[in-house]
């Protein structure tokens, strides 16, 4: 199983974009699908995360500006608005199942004028 990631790109302060990640081929039904950044010198954190049942959680500093959808089992969304400068990162897109953990490859995020 592979994760595809596609929407990156740069945007202005206070701009909006939306990232979205398919998985190749099906997976366990019960699972978690999210977005991680990470920052140049920075951890990698968590964005947004929501779970099969359709649970969600946010980090901090997303909180009202960003919000993780999924229309199907294998395809998960994240819209971002009020973008702001430290937005800008790698964003990652996960696959957490029982059997183990997936990531994609990353989409650059760049938040700038």
């Known amino acids: 199983v592979q994760l595809v990631e596609s929407g990156g790109g740069l945007v202005q302060p206070g701009g909006s974009l939306r990232l979205s990640c398919a998985a190749s081929?099906?997976?366990?039904?019960?699972?978690?699908m999210g977005w991680y950044r990470q920052a140049p010198g920075k951890q990698r954190e968590l964005v947004a995360a929501?779970?099969?049942?359709?649970?969600t959680d946010y980090g901090d500093s997303v909180k009202g500006r960003f919000s993780i959808s999924r229309d199907n089992a294998k395809t998960v969304y994240l819209q971002m608005n009020s973008l702001k400068p430290e937005d800008t990162a790698v964003y990652y897109c996960?696959?957490?199942?029982?059997?183990?953990?997936?990531w994609g490859q990353g989409t650059q995020v760049t938040v700038s004028t």
């Open positions: 996960n696959l957490k199942t029982p059997y183990g953990t997936l």
């Open positions: 081929q099906s997976i366990f039904s019960i699972n978690t």
């Open positions: 929501i779970t099969s049942g359709g649970s």
